[in-house]
């Protein structure tokens, strides 16, 4: 019964200390933004917490989109238009809810997928820092190196997969054009020479009965 | 057993509390949102998601709140499709790598005057299994923490090497998707080349007879 309740306790504390460090969020979407749509996303951020958002344009169009990042208050921070990608870095300086939007207002009829990643404070450390009493060993501080090296590795990776996705979405629309214009001017083709030898023919015949005509 | 339904109460007060700080967007009732994921196969992908309405004054007296997720796979066929209350968790195994749909209704089940009212979803995708979650766990011991530690690298570069075969897949697409176009601009040239050599001598020699027969040449 002593052992349940101090557990819990225990548990308990470290649940607050979890809330008292300050979430630490990394948010990565990919979603479809259809023609003259826009679509907002939200979050609270805490003053002080140093916060980056990055977007890029995956397939669709001119594979460009414009993007606006406000404040609680509305400020504006950020504003770009027609932009492919782009990153932005910035310090929360007021409490509240920050709000960033991606707007395709300004095309007819293309849908647009965006990929943006937005990320609110700094990654947690691999080792946490609250009962330490020494300093990292040497195990330890390989380990952290090795963590960010991954780190960096996945977002190399992940920019290397948005560029490999645009350079395909570009390449099926290509493929797609060149079937479609080719078999349209074959058919153009066929049609207006076909056309040309009808026309001519007629105005022949024409001009035969019509000198016939005058003729008697 | 009294503790643990504390306990219990706690830890899922804990995960609300982190709901209502994740980034959340807005969504229509009967509107449906998709979130495209890149997912190689044989991943494990688990979703969690909160329903709120807009405004946050408003008492929360409309218990008829849920959520209808779809998800396709990328031959756009559906892997699960379940209703959910207000707040879900759902899991499913990618078998195919590509691009997966995870689709998102609002299902109010109160027919509602007022049908242009918004919603706040929280959502949260995690991909890969996570055998323990490292920073959750505070071990006393440091050979633990550094066991879990270890564990971690390994699902991140599990998670690495995945995504570049992967990626080694998609490439041969774009690969095979250029040189299907560069075959197709050779072919049409050539035949559009020869239908017109071919249309232009067929005019020629039609004229050439017409006009013959018609004595004007």
């Known amino acids: 019964m002593m052992g349940d309740s101090r557990r819990i306790r225990v548990l308990v504390q470290v649940l607050c200390v979890h809330l008292l460090c300050g979430w630490v969020l990394t948010s990565e979407l990919t979603f479809e933004l259809p023609d003259?749509?826009?679509?907002?996303?939200?979050?609270?951020?805490?003053?002080?917490?140093?916060?980056?958002?990055e977007f890029q344009v995956v397939t669709g169009g001119h594979y460009d989109v414009d993007c606006r990042l406000e404040d609680p208050d509305g400020t504006v921070l950020y504003k770009e238009m027609k932009k492919q990608y782009d990153s932005f870095t910035f310090t929360a300086a007021k409490n509240g809810t920050f709000k960033f939007c991606f707007s395709n207002e300004f095309s007819t009829f293309t849908h647009k997928t965006v990929y943006f990643d937005f990320q609110v404070g700094d990654d947690p450390p691999l080792f946490p820092n609250e009962n330490r009493v020494t300093a990292l060993t040497q195990m330890e501080s390989a380990c952290v190196s090795i963590h960010e090296a991954l780190k960096s590795?996945?977002?190399?990776?992940?920019?290397?997969?948005l560029r490999e996705a645009q350079g395909r979405s570009r390449a099926e629309d290509l493929n797609t054009r060149v079937a479609f214009w080719s078999i349209g001017e074959a058919i153009i083709l066929l049609v207006v020479s076909i056309s040309q030898v009808v026309l001519l023919r007629s105005f022949f015949s024409d001009r035969k009965t019509t000198t016939t005509r005058v003729g008697s | 057993m009294f503790e643990m339904r504390i306990l219990t109460l706690i830890l899922f007060?804990?995960?609300?509390?982190?709901?209502?700080?994740?980034?959340?967007?807005?969504l229509g009732e009967q509107e449906e949102k998709c979130i495209i994921e890149?997912?190689?196969?044989?991943?494990?992908?688990?979703?969690?998601?909160?329903l709120e309405h807009w405004d946050e004054k408003k008492p929360d007296n409309t218990p008829h709140l849920g959520m209808t997720v779809t998800i396709r796979d990328p031959d756009h066929e559906i892997l699960l499709l379940k209703r959910y209350g207000k707040y879900g968790k759902f899991t499913f195994t990618a078998h195919a790598s590509g691009q997966h749909y995870l689709c998102m209704q609002s299902n109010s089940t109160r027919f509602s005057v007022f049908a242009g009212e918004r919603l706040r979803v929280h959502l949260d995708v995690q991909m890969g299994e996570h055998a323990v979650d490292p920073s959750a766990v505070k071990a006393k011991d440091t050979v633990k923490t550094m066991e879990y530690s270890i564990q971690h690298l390994i699902d991140q570069m599990n998670y690495i090497a995945r995504q570049q075969?992967?990626?080694?897949?998609?490439?041969?697409t774009f690969r095979e998707i250029s040189e299907?176009?560069?075959w197709s601009v050779l072919w049409w040239a050539m035949s559009q080349t020869a239908i017109l050599l071919s249309v232009g001598f067929w005019q020629m020699k039609r004229l050439k007879d017409f006009l013959i027969e018609k004595k004007l040449v």
């Open chain 1, 36 to 53: 003259n749509a826009k679509q907002c996303f939200y979050e609270d951020i805490v003053v002080g917490t140093k916060c980056t958002l």
């Open chain 1, 153 to 161: 590795v996945i977002d190399y990776q992940t920019h290397f997969r």
């Open chain 2, 13 to 26: 007060e804990v995960c609300f509390v982190a709901w209502a700080s994740a980034m959340y967007f807005d």
């Open chain 2, 38 to 50: 890149e997912i190689p196969e044989d991943t494990l992908v688990t979703g969690y998601f909160l």
């Open chain 2, 165 to 172: 075969d992967y990626q080694r897949e998609r490439e041969e």
């Open chain 2, 180 to 182: 299907q176009t560069n």
